[in-house]
């Protein structure tokens, strides 16, 4: 059974800093893309950061230059460095193993950005 349980949300003041961690179980973790993503109250989740199994990035917009997405293969673990956060980064944060079938969904942590 794959699992994936993110940690490393809470509050924070803007211009601050969090690490979002997600650790996966019951998998082949090296050879899939991990992804991060969020979702505000009333909007639809939208991906965030994402790497594939050779360590390639991509960012969302939004986030570029602020976001740096990092795994580790040997503890299967996938993070999220986030900095300069903005009160509009607030969301709900999963992580999403992709290239699976089914692709795999974490339950979420909640960051929010607020002074």
């Known amino acids: 059974q794959v699992q994936l349980m993110e940690s490393g949300g809470g509050l924070v003041q803007p211009g601050g800093s969090l690490r979002l961690s997600c650790a996966v179980s019951?998998?082949?973790?090296?050879?899939?893309?991990m992804g991060w993503y969020r979702q505000a109250p009333g909007k639809q989740r939208e991906m965030v950061a994402r790497?594939?199994?050779?360590?390639?990035?991509n960012y969302a917009d939004s986030v570029k230059g602020r976001v740096t997405i990092s795994r580790d293969n040997a503890n299967k673990r996938v993070y999220l460095q986030m900095n300069s956060l903005k009160p509009e980064d607030t969301a709900v944060y999963y992580c999403?193993?992709?290239?699976?079938?089914?692709?795999?969904w974490g339950q979420g942590t909640q960051v929010t950005v607020s002074s």
């Open positions: 019951g998998s082949i973790f090296s050879i899939y893309t």
């Open positions: 999403k193993q992709e290239g699976s079938i089914p692709p795999y």
């Open positions: 790497i594939t199994s050779g360590g390639s990035t």
